[in-house]
């Protein structure tokens, strides 16, 4: 099909920071140096104080499903042969909310509330993304 | 019951157009709103030189534009304009038009949401939720990662309130089927075979807890409706349904532990109208999925946080229940104008034009728009009476 393009991230000047803290393992995020709110997504101003200090700090990766569900149907080419994926809103500790899903092989049953811990998978076209699994227990 | 504020029942909608709605091809957009207008004003009896402001909203395809108005021939307009506030846009278009009225700065200000996203033979999933956007930075990754438009969000969000309230998939399919035995009985609807609980549980999975029948529609057409004063209004072709309350409120992400945007929303709207939620008597939801008929029940104040499942398996919003809702089928099985399909469904109930699916009660009807994420939202009261 001519649509069977791959959902291919692409890297912007802004969102640099992220993609290369990913590369080794570190979910990176920004934290505004004047008020200490962290950012999700990409902002140019504190949401909070309206600050311009800006700064990208290695986050926690850990946090709790804030929702869960699992994709079943999907038009992109990149998930033909995966589903069901088990997808996460995650509260993380830092207090946003990230979208992502658990990671391949990681048991799905999930719960709202459950604690999440944060790992890298790489798409078809090698970018690494953060996904999750259960917190180890402690 | 009644209302001090200087708004309230101050306009009506006068006129009321729409085009063919669903699988119709060989329109653009701006031909359907074109006709969706004409037929607006045919409908209050106004000549198109009388009609002096527009404000239209286009929708998945953005196949309508400013534009519109040399397509339709109006020469001499003092207000016009291009909104989008997703789902909530046309409830805010009839808000806005009816300050315009009442502040003298327009007498007929048409309202219109025109689509034709289907093309023949590519499903209405594909219209809608493809997913390649053209999305850069952090965001790029979603599509990938399983979040191509909006249904995951929304899905998500629907499991988080089984998880926290024990709403069942029984009571999101009871919304579908309530939908569809009120689309039975409207010849517009597109969905009007019978459906029952088998045949919900039985329909494909998109992302659970959503089933297809979950999920709305994608429908082309348009809808237009017409704001007049209420003295104007009243000298028209057809009986005023009357602005009696209309409100927005809005928020940046989905939170439990703060005032929804919907309750803030309604309990404005209900304000201005100078009525509660128990004097609703019909309600017309912006069910972009089963579970946001859920949460508006509760939001609006018809029943309890996590009672809005219960509520709808009740058989509350069927013929005869206590809040007759989405009485043309809704989006879910009627057709998807965005916000328009709740309005124009008040209209025609509040005129008595409802023929098969006519409820007796419509004095007080409250009416929503839901967009983004739960991130926009506008509610109507309307009402056959001006007080």
Redesign the interface.
Known sequence: MAEDARATPAVDERSVPFFEAAERGVLALQRCGDCGTFLHPVRGRCTSCAGTAIEWVEASGRGHVFAHGRLRRSYLPEHEGKLPLTLVLVELDERVRFASRLAMGEDAAVRTGDRLAVVFERLDDGTPVPVFRREAAR | MGSNHSLSGRTAISGLGMTELGRVYGRTATDFAVEAVVRALADAGLAKSELDGLLLNAGISQGIDLSLAQAIGLPALSLQTQMNGFGSTAGQMVGYAAMAVSAGLAKHVACVFADAPLVPGERA??AY????TG??????????????GPI??Y??????HM??YGTTQDQLGAVALSSRAWARRNPLATMREPLDLAGYHAS???????HVLDCCLVSNGAICVIVSSAESARDLARPPVYVRGAAQAHQL?WDDTVPSLAQRSSRAAFEMAGCAPSDITLCQIYDCYTFTVVTTLEDYGFCKRGEGGPFAASGALAEGGALPTNTGGGMLSGYYMWGMTPISEAVIQARGDGGARQVDRTDLIAVSGNGGIFNYHATLVLSPHAR
Request: positive net charge.
């Open positions: 999933g594909r939720g493809g997913g390649r999305r850069r930075g952090m965001s790029s990754i979603l599509p990938a990662l399983g979040f191509a995951p969000y899905a998500l969000l629907a499991q988080r998880d926290l494909p999975w998109i992302t659970e807890p959503f992400e």
